[in-house]
């Protein structure tokens, strides 16, 4: 079940704050964010698993509600180098069954 | 440590063909997953592997399948290519692909089927 990124864009002026949001019908293990730069390969930015562990880059802040099965990525201060495309992966099974399923996508835009 | 590396970058086949993309993982990752990107759905799961088995499977037709060797490098091989098979190919390799392992993600094979 893929899961819903909300909005699907935003556009922002630089030093404006944003809020990408994730959802899923399912019950989940854990929720993985990466950021995509046109051209590029994904890159990794934050791990969200069940029970509130986190790992990630100390820039990035994101937010994990298992009782609603919901992941909000809040970036501050945005810069321009934030421009991209952010997916969450979400993923139900935990330990070996290791399957992320990924969101359509939100594209950001950052302007001077 | 060098990152990823998928090989070829661009490949342009017709319909019916067959072709093999292939992924050198990270040193030391033992789990490789595949992904189909179009602008239409995005990343799509196609399977991920572990120690040369097979561990989990996305909902693809069995025109896609892959492998793996014993250093983990992996292939993935299309046949009957239709046309809808053009997309940007990712692999991505974890350390033991478990839910608090990060993917580093490779630069992707762009395939064109005519």
């Known amino acids: 079940q893929q899961p819903v990124q909300s909005p699907q864009a935003v556009i922002l002026r630089e030093g404006e704050d944003a809020v990408i949001n994730c959802s899923s019908s399912?019950?989940?293990?854990?929720v993985h964010w990466y950021r995509q730069k046109h051209g590029e390969a994904p890159v990794f930015l934050m791990i969200?698993?069940?029970?509130?562990e986190q790992k990630g880059h100390d820039k990035i802040s994101a937010s994990f509600n298992e009782k609603k099965q919901q992941s909000s990525l809040y970036l501050t201060a945005s810069q321009l180098s934030y421009s991209g495309t952010y997916f969450c992966?979400?993923?139900?099974?935990?330990?070996?069954?290791?399957?992320?399923?990924f969101g359509k996508g939100t594209l950001l835009t950052v302007n001077p | 440590k060098a990152g990823v590396t998928q090989t070829p970058r661009y490949l342009i086949k017709t319909r019916g063909q067959q072709v093999t993309l292939s992924c050198s993982p990270i040193?030391?990752?033992?789990?490789v997953s595949w992904y189909q990107q179009t602008p239409g759905q995005g990343l799509q799961f196609l399977f991920e592997?572990?120690?040369?088995?097979?561990?989990n499977k996305g909902n693809f037709p069995g025109r896609f399948s892959g492998r793996q060797f014993s250093n983990s490098r992996s292939e993935m091989n299309v046949s009957t290519l239709e046309l809808g098979d053009s997309a940007l190919y990712l692999c991505?390799?974890?350390?033991?692909?478990?839910?608090?392992?990060?993917?580093?993600f490779g630069p992707g094979t762009r395939l064109t089927v005519l």
């Open positions: 992966g979400t993923e139900m099974g935990g330990g070996s069954n290791y399957k992320l399923t």
């Open positions: 592997y572990f120690s040369e088995t097979q561990r």
């Open positions: 991505a390799s974890s350390l033991v692909g478990e839910a608090h392992n990060e993917q580093f």
């Open positions: 399912k019950a989940l293990y854990s």
């Open positions: 040193s030391g990752h033992r789990s």
């Open positions: 969200l698993l069940k029970g509130g």
